[in-house]
């Protein structure tokens, strides 16, 4: 039996222990906003929280994620906008909105563990996360302005 928390609320899981994590939050638990792009760890479209640190939840097996605290993008609306996500309105980052989630996740676990990072700095957090649109410079302001009014 795997035990985990997931937003805050402990989860057990008694499935195949090489389920990647993903399947286990969109089909197990309903928690859709976390994406599937590749299935590759390429994209940027599944990234969770795993104690605190971005992952791709695409690559990352049940086994590996036992004991941990996850964490999705349904966390970060809990109790209104999270200021990235506040930034990338303010900043119309979102187009089609497919890669939006993985781009504020990846967004948050950079302003946590660098609250001011350059553009420089920015820009290469933000890289592993592709955008079907285009809206990169859209991402990199919303993250930029996150810092500012943090």
Same mark, same amino acid.
């Given at each position: 039996?795997?035990?985990?928390?997931?937003?805050?609320?402990?989860?057990?899981?008694?499935? +195949?222990?090489?389920?990647?994590? #993903?399947? @286990?939050?969109?089909?197990?638990?309903? #928690?859709?906003?976390?994406?599937?792009?590749?299935?590759?760890?390429?994209?940027?479209?599944?990234?969770?929280?795993?104690? /605190?640190?971005?992952?791709? %939840?695409?690559?990352?097996?049940?086994?590996?994620?036992? /004991?941990?605290?996850?964490?999705?993008? +349904? @966390?970060?609306?809990?109790?209104?906008?999270?200021?990235?996500?506040?930034?990338?309105? +303010? +900043?119309? %980052?979102?187009?089609?909105?497919?890669?939006?989630?993985?781009?504020?996740?990846?967004?948050?676990?950079?302003?946590?563990?660098?609250?001011?990072?350059?553009?420089?700095?920015?820009?290469?957090?933000? %890289?592993?996360?592709?955008?079907?649109?285009?809206? @990169?410079?859209? @991402? #990199?302001?919303?993250?930029?302005?996150? %810092?500012?009014?943090?």
């Amino acid at each position: 039996m795997i035990q985990l928390k997931v937003n805050d609320v402990p989860r057990s899981f008694d499935g +195949e222990p090489d389920m990647p994590l #993903l399947w @286990y939050l969109r089909d197990v638990l309903a #928690l859709t906003g976390t994406k599937f792009g590749c299935g590759m760890a390429l994209c940027g479209a599944c990234t969770v929280h795993q104690n /605190g640190k971005a992952i791709r %939840s695409c690559v990352t097996t049940m086994q590996r994620a036992a /004991g941990s605290d996850i964490r999705t993008i +349904e @966390y970060l609306g809990v109790n209104g906008l999270h200021p990235v996500q506040k930034a990338m309105v +303010e +900043e119309l %980052s979102p187009q089609c909105g497919f890669c939006t989630s993985g781009q504020v996740v990846s967004a948050v676990a950079l302003l946590k563990h660098n609250p001011k990072p350059t553009v420089d700095e920015a820009r290469l957090a933000m %890289s592993g996360n592709l955008c079907r649109c285009g809206a @990169y410079d859209h @991402y #990199l302001k919303a993250v930029m302005r996150a %810092s500012r009014e943090a």
